[in-house]
């Protein structure tokens, strides 16, 4: 054993990869845990160079449906992004850890049980970030912020949304549960792009 570093407290290092990077002077490793706490060490040495807090929402562990995991980070240009399983996503510069900018990506918080458990993707002069929530019912969708200043770019939903209005789900399940049904319910999109462009149709809302 070379060196060890660590966080007090049982959540476990971040799930399915650390970040490795040089500055030219210092190579650098990244660990994280579960929650998206930080901590910035020399690669070689061990030495910590610092950690952030990200202070998550302890609330929105119940909304992630299989345990409190963060899936890594994304380094570029001597920042660091990740995203905090409550919902925002948060630059940091990667010498100090000293945070930069932090925006909310949750587009109906408090509403529906949204979490990010993914790694942010940097894209040209942005930073992309998607969601979870699925197995509770939120309508997933990708945005896309600026990488100075955090400032929305773009979004895209992965789930169309309905131009009439959103589909009456209760009525649905009322009828189901008088039939005593029991298993899953499978709503499909519109699959044909005369009828509905897919770009145009995946913007709209509930």
């Known amino acids: 054993e070379s060196w060890k570093n660590g966080r007090p407290g049982n959540l476990g290092f971040v799930h399915r990869g650390l970040a490795y990077w040089s500055d030219g002077t210092v190579e650098r490793l990244l660990l994280g845990t579960a929650d998206a706490y930080l901590i910035a060490v020399d690669a070689k040495t061990g030495a910590e160079r610092w950690r952030y807090d990200p202070e ?4 929105y562990a119940r909304h992630a449906c299989c345990d409190v995991v963060n899936r890594g980070v994304a380094v570029w240009h001597g920042r660091v992004y990740v995203g905090t399983l ?8 990667a010498s100090t850890g000293n945070e930069l900018w932090r925006t909310d990506t949750l587009i109906e918080r408090g509403a529906r049980a949204y979490t990010i458990t993914g790694p942010p993707q940097v894209a040209k002069n942005v930073v992309v970030i998607g969601n979870s929530g699925a197995e509770f019912g939120v309508r997933g969708y990708v945005t896309a912020y600026e990488l ?3 400032a929305q770019a773009w979004r895209f939903f992965t789930v169309p949304g309905d131009p009439q ?5 209760k009525a649905v399940t009322d009828e189901l549960a008088k039939m005593n049904y029991s298993g899953w319910i499978v709503v499909e999109a519109e699959q044909d792009p005369s009828k509905a462009a897919p770009y ?6 509930y």
């Not at 409550?86 to 510069?93: K, M, N, R, T, Y």
């Not at 145009?200 to 809302?205: E, N, V």
């Open 56 to 59: 998550v929402d302890g609330r």
């Open 86 to 93: 409550d919902g925002f996503l948060v630059a940091l510069d």
């Open 148 to 150: 100075d200043s955090g």
């Open 165 to 169: 209005g959103s589909i009456d789900f």
């Open 200 to 205: 145009d149709y995946s913007k709209l809302g």
